[in-house]
């Protein structure tokens, strides 16, 4: 049997192995023909050479990673186990990766692949759809870019919008005015924000309209231009709704549509506008795609067993 050690140079070896081992728990879960012991500040690996090779590339991988963030959870050493190596190697040394330093300075950064294509579709067209299941990072790597391009004076303001449609839920029944109904509804949007932008800023540039976050409803009849355009939760729009968001495109315009067409809540019969829109416009020129999958989840790591499990049963019916 092989032996190989690894030695952990300028890491303190607890918070590297985790809570409780947690970290190296679920290394191990991902090496199960190796044996693998935790001495002091190193890792001791016995088994087969290629296991073994294979084990000390993901470990250095980790290891960097925890040397250039100073942190690592469960999430991200899953994401380095179950990613293709070298692609996640040169994602993580590409300057391109980084978006924006957010609140505290905390590096706001394409974390996947799929990301990495977001961002540079989002530099290069002025329309980009950006479709994937639930926590792949849609949502947060738009708005992400929204901010830049604000702070970067590239665009005068960011609009943000939702069509109200309810997940199983009706708002008529919501207490409050209509701001006061839709604002829960628009939460993850205010999350996201809050995640770049300080608190007293963000409250001075939702007060003047710089950042505007509205129901689509509210974007008829309206010509969007100098602006970053969201629109959120796509799958929710009809035909009529989609094609007028689209056509409110004005002059300097950025426009982003996110979607998962696995979590359409409008009614049974009716067409999605947003997948209508990705059929109809798939071949014209200027507009970009890109297609996430559970391999883009940035929530926990047990959300890409969920896609996975609901994505069976989905094709035994």
């Known amino acids: 049997m092989n032996e190989l050690e690894i030695i952990l140079s300028d890491i303190n070896p607890q918070e590297f192995f985790g809570n409780q081992n947690s970290n190296l728990e679920l290394l191990k879960s991902y090496f199960p023909k190796l044996k693998i012991v935790a001495r002091g500040n190193k890792i001791i690996a016995f088994g087969q050479k290629e296991s073994l090779k294979e084990f000390k590339k993901r470990v250095e991988m980790i290891a960097n990673k925890f040397t250039n963030d100073n942190y690592i959870n469960v999430e991200e050493i899953d994401r380095v186990l179950t990613s293709n190596g070298d692609e996640y190697l040169k994602l993580n040394n590409n300057k391109e990766s980084f978006i924006l330093h957010g609140v505290n300075g905390k590096i706001i950064k394409a974390k996947t692949v799929n990301h990495l294509k977001l961002v540079n579709l989002l530099i290069k067209y002025d329309m980009v759809f950006a479709i994937g299941p639930a926590g792949t990072g849609k949502t947060y790597t738009g708005i992400a870019m929204a901010v830049k391009a604000l702070k970067e004076n590239k ?23 209509l701001k006061e109904k839709l604002d829960p509804y628009m939460q993850p949007l205010y999350d996201a924000l809050r995640d770049m932008i300080s608190p007293e800023k963000l409250k001075s ?9 509205a129901p689509l409803a509210f974007m008829r009849g309206r010509t969007l231009d100098d602006a970053f355009v969201l629109l959120d939760e796509a799958q929710n729009t009809s035909h009529s709704q989609m094609k007028m968001f689209l056509t409110r495109m004005g002059q300097n315009a950025k426009f982003m549509i996110t979607g998962d067409p696995g979590q359409i809540d409008l009614p049974r019969r009716a067409t999605s506008g947003l997948k ?23 929530r926990h790591r047990i959300v890409k067993k969920i896609i996975d499990a609901y994505k069976n049963i989905e094709h035994q019916n």
């Not at 665009?155 to 005015?177: C, H, M, Q, W, Y």
């Not at 540039?205 to 976050?213: A, G, K, M």
């Not at 209508?276 to 940035?298: Q, S």
């Open 276 to 298: 209508e829109a990705l059929i109809i416009l798939k071949k014209t020129p200027g507009i970009g795609i890109v297609l996430l999958d559970k391999n883009d989840v940035i």
């Open 205 to 213: 540039y939702l007060e003047n309209e710089t950042i505007q976050i």
């Open 155 to 177: 665009v005068k303001r960011i609009i943000l919008t939702r069509p109200a449609v309810e997940s199983g839920e009706n708002l008529g029944f919501l207490p409050g005015d």
